[in-house]
């Protein structure tokens, strides 16, 4: 899929009744080897959230909920392309269920402590900042709305 020079992606931070978080090593790209979320580019035809809940699926085999926004990650690459992600704390739907990695993409997929990812030089810095942080948690409870007909949504959800 053409891209073009917006990039839009989604992730997904899972965090277990141990507080470990699900983390994955993907065998491309500049995470490659790294610890990282489940994460990867939005859709056609797909909201953020959908794409966060389909990465993780894909990458981890888990089926999930959204439970809200923790974040945003926004850069520019070489002055030309802009990198966008949102970042989803997602909540498991079957915690019997165990993560597999897609062999396609994911090299390992594992529950992780933070002061293991802290102490790890594999961990990815964007998960190495998100541990620093408390974050808060901008929940969805709008769903559904209807801004108007007149825009021709056929997907509408707020979090605040």
Request: glycine share 10%; proline share 3%.
């Amino acid at each position: 899929m053409k891209r073009g020079n917006v990039w839009l992606a989604a992730a997904g931070l899972l965090i277990d009744q141990d507080g470990r978080w699900l983390v994955v090593k993907k065998k491309y790209g500049g995470l490659k080897g790294m610890w990282s979320l489940p994460a990867g580019f939005v859709d056609e035809g797909e909201t953020i959230e959908q794409a966060a809940k389909r990465e993780v699926k894909e990458e981890t085999g888990l089926e999930t909920n959204a439970a809200g926004i923790i974040g945003i990650r926004s850069g520019v690459i070489k002055d030309q392309i802009s990198d966008n992600m949102i970042l989803f704390l997602l909540e498991q739907k079957d915690l019997s269920q165990k993560p597999v990695p897609c062999e396609d993409e994911i090299s390992e997929v594992r529950w992780m402590a933070k002061e293991e990812l802290l102490q790890n030089q594999e961990t990815s810095v964007m998960i190495h900042e998100m541990i620093k942080y408390d974050f808060s948690l901008l929940k969805s409870g709008l769903d559904p709305v209807d801004p108007g007909k007149h825009f021709g949504y056929t997907s509408y959800k707020l979090f605040f």
